[in-house]
């Protein structure tokens, strides 16, 4: 009944006493309770136990304005007071795609990821940073809890926090488990810091926190607002399909199979490795210029435009590694580096409601995701896997296929720090094939004008 409650109440529905009445009452029948009246001292109790004051519970206007944008702007030095710039968060999720190739005949910007088959291929990433360009481990969510790639693998030493559930969407619970755990890093620390939020249905309003002073953006304004919107999460977009092209075109040779074919190799710990180099890639210059661009700044004096305070070279690398994959993957209408690094830009991200919302929270109690749902374990079977050989190593291929084993191996066995330079060294094996089979083509040419 709290969960129905906050849900209604994230999407600005109004609620009132006799709407949860009726609803206890529903919500008893459909689970069998017979001996629940929802009386009036029941009422009572409910809201008294879970603090509910109905005239706090009211909708948010969809609209804004810049007059929204500059009064938050003025406001933020009061609000930020007392803080220093290595204590102000700010947490953000975003969709991610992460075997999509640049090709626009196979992807669809803004394609709904709801269902069917471009949501076998998402995850969401959540990252969180401070002003001066510290991050914290990112979240990631999947639909299993232990994909085929995890086999053998302790998933609590991912250099991520890994989570999943059937739409691999950020939900309350799971945000809910974050924030307390980044809570108890800076009760530690003995830290107490401010984290800005936007207002997704999936950040509660009401978490009581020691450490962590929760401020939430005006409503519709994050692309304003948002540091982590003003180019730190597609900074590490560009940094991550640069290394997903690097490891696709790597693999390929005269006998290889398509383009097509080995995307579907690339594999969620592929991915894993590839967000958490991409994040320790970005930098503090980009970080700090986005946060600026938010407002979220205590110092006028360096009033540099975005466009010096942006890594432009992560998106010109990207141009480059396309200008390769256009000839080398045979694409067939080729995505521009803007293009690809924004294809996953507005997926959904969060449990929202749909029509059939209290239904599916009905389901969820009455019958919770089973890490072994057919229809993730159907998906995980069409993921195609490198084939057993005998260890012959001729090839950056071959070299490429015993590294990852040895990386799984790693994790398997508690080696953490191992696993992750496994996954670095598979980085600088994809780049260095990379650059061969562009010096044999260049070989080639010249040979031809001798």
């Known amino acids: ?84 710039l290595c204590d102000v ?55 299993a809890a232990t994909p085929r790639c995890f086999r053998n693998t302790d998933v609590s030493r991912l250099p991520v926090m890994w989570r999943h559930n059937k739409k691999a969407w950020m939900t309350r619970a799971l945000f809910t488990e974050w924030v307390q755990l980044f809570n108890q890093r800076m009760r530690r620390a003995r830290r107490n810091v401010l984290l800005l939020l936007d207002n997704a249905p999936s950040h509660p309003p009401d978490l009581q926190l020691t450490n962590v002073k929760i401020v939430f953006l005006p409503a519709n304004t994050t692309s304003k607002l948002q540091p982590l919107d003003q180019g730190i999460i597609q900074n590490m977009k560009q940094l991550y399909r640069k290394r997903l092209l690097r490891s696709v075109l790597s693999k390929i040779n005269k006998e290889s199979m398509s383009a097509v074919e080995l995307s579907k190799c690339v594999s969620v710990l592929d991915a894993v490795q590839w967000v958490h180099s991409s994040v320790n890639e970005i930098k503090r210059e980009t970080v700090s210029g986005c946060f600026k661009k938010s407002g979220v700044h205590f110092d006028d004096s360096d009033n540099l435009p975005l466009s010096e305070l942006s890594d432009n070279m992560s998106l010109s690398e990207l141009r480059d590694m396309l200008r390769t994959a256009q000839t080398d993957l045979k694409l067939e209408n080729a995505m521009s580096a803007e293009e690809f690094e924004a294809i996953d830009s507005n997926i ?4 929202d409601l749909s029509e059939n919302w209290e239904k599916e929270l009905m389901e969820t109690v009455l019958k919770p995701v089973s890490v072994t749902d057919p229809q993730i374990v159907q ?31 790693c994790y398997s066995k508690d080696m953490a720090t191992e696993a992750f330079e496994c996954g670095r060294l598979q980085e600088s094996l994809d780049n260095q094939a990379v650059k061969v089979k562009s010096s044999a083509k260049q070989t080639r040419i010249d040979s031809f004008f001798k």
């Open 1 to 84: 009944m709290l969960e129905w409650f906050k849900t209604a109440r994230s999407q600005g529905i109004p609620l009132s006493g006799p709407m949860l009445q009726e609803k206890a009452l529903f919500y008893a029948s459909e689970l069998g309770v017979t001996d629940l009246k929802a009386s009036n001292g029941w009422l009572g109790r409910f809201r008294e136990r879970h603090n509910i004051n109905f005239a706090a519970v009211c909708g948010e206007s969809n609209s804004v304005n810049q007059v929204t944008v500059d009064d938050w702007v003025e406001r933020l030095p009061t609000i930020l007071a007392g803080y220093d």
């Open 89 to 143: 968060f700010n947490m953000d999720e975003t969709g991610l795609f992460f075997r999509a190739l640049p090709d626009k005949s196979l992807s669809i910007k803004g394609e709904d990821c709801k269902g069917g088959k471009r949501s076998k291929e998402r995850l969401t990433v959540a990252l969180c940073c401070n002003a001066v360009g510290d991050f914290e481990k990112p979240l990631m969510i999947g639909k």
């Open 348 to 351: 959904p991200v969060h449990s």
């Open 379 to 409: 998906e995980e079977k069409e993921e195609l896997q490198p084939e057993q050989t005998e260890l012959k190593i001729n090839s950056y291929q071959d070299a490429l296929h015993w590294l990852a084993q040895i990386r799984l191996f």
